[in-house]
């Protein structure tokens, strides 16, 4: 069974830095993709970013310039980079991997919760 293992998330101060970690049970490659999406009160989830095992990566409008995914794939790990974060930024992050094949099939964390106040 597979298992996302989040960690990373808090409270920060806007303009404040966190970073996110995603570990996987099994190996990162026996995914098509990995990333972040992030639910606020009130609203849908939202995709954050993804990245492909090829290495290209996806990032939303909102946090283009100010976050960066990457991968460890030793470590079966996924980050996320926050930078220069606002209280717009606050929600909780569900970490997210996907498999291709005759249907999509994705799998969740347990999110973790990302709060921006002063």
């Known amino acids: 069974q597979v298992q996302l293992v989040e960690s990373g998330g808090g409270l920060v101060h806007p303009g404040g830095s966190l970073r996110l970690s995603c570990a996987t049970s099994?190996?990162?490659?026996?995914?098509?993709?990995m990333g972040w999406y992030r639910q606020a009160p009130g609203k849908p989830r939202e995709l954050v970013a993804h990245?492909?095992?090829?290495?290209?990566?996806y990032y939303v409008d909102s946090v283009k310039g100010r976050f960066t995914i990457s991968r460890d794939n030793a470590r079966n790990t996924v980050y996320l980079q926050m930078n220069s974060l606002k209280q717009e930024d606050t929600a909780v992050y569900y970490c997210?991997?996907?498999?291709?094949?005759?249907?999509?099939?994705?799998?969740w964390g347990q999110g973790t919760q990302v709060t921006v106040s002063s």
């Open positions: 990245i492909y095992n090829g290495g290209s990566t």
């Open positions: 997210n991997a996907r498999q291709y094949g005759v249907k999509v099939t994705n799998y």
């Open positions: 099994g190996s990162i490659f026996s995914f098509n993709s």
